[in-house]
């Protein structure tokens, strides 16, 4: 089993910033994708950022590159996604997620893929 929990999020104004955290438990993680995705109101939960944990290399959605980094710290167990220069159209909840195993070919932001999910944390962007 594996744990989960976010941390992090809150109100921010347009253009402001927001460091998310998720702190997992329960497993080891080097053969692990850790992911972040979203869901607005009304709209299908989306793809954010990865990450895949042995080698730190960082994926993104189009909406987001640029803008959000997302990292890791191995001595912590935790995955970061920094948000700058936010929108209103990023207001959403925000999710950490981690999948057991990756493929070539097997993409990254399938929300199918993902094991294990945390509870989520609310960031809104007020404009």
């Known amino acids: 089993q594996v744990q989960l929990v976010e941390s992090g999020g809150g109100l921010v104004q347009t253009g402001g910033s927001l460091r998310l955290s998720c702190a997992a438990s329960?497993?080891?993680?080097?053969?692990?994708?850790m992911g972040w995705f979203r869901q607005a109101p009304g709209k299908e939960r989306e793809f954010v950022a990865a990450?895949?944990?042995?080698?730190?290399?960082?994926y993104y959605a189009d909406a987001v590159k640029g803008r959000f980094t997302i990292s890791k710290d191995n001595g912590k167990n935790t995955v970061y996604l920094q948000m700058n220069s936010l929108k209103p159209e990023d207001t959403a909840v925000y999710y950490c997620?981690?999948?057991?195993?990756?493929?070539?070919?097997?993409?990254?932001?399938?929300?199918?893929?993902?094991?294990?999910w945390g509870q989520g944390t609310q960031v809104t962007v007020s404009s």
């Open positions: 329960g497993r080891t993680f080097s053969s692990y994708v």
């Open positions: 997620a981690a999948r057991l195993s990756w493929f070539p070919g097997s993409g990254f932001s399938d929300r199918g893929q993902y094991d294990y």
């Open positions: 990450i895949k944990w042995s080698v730190g290399i960082p």
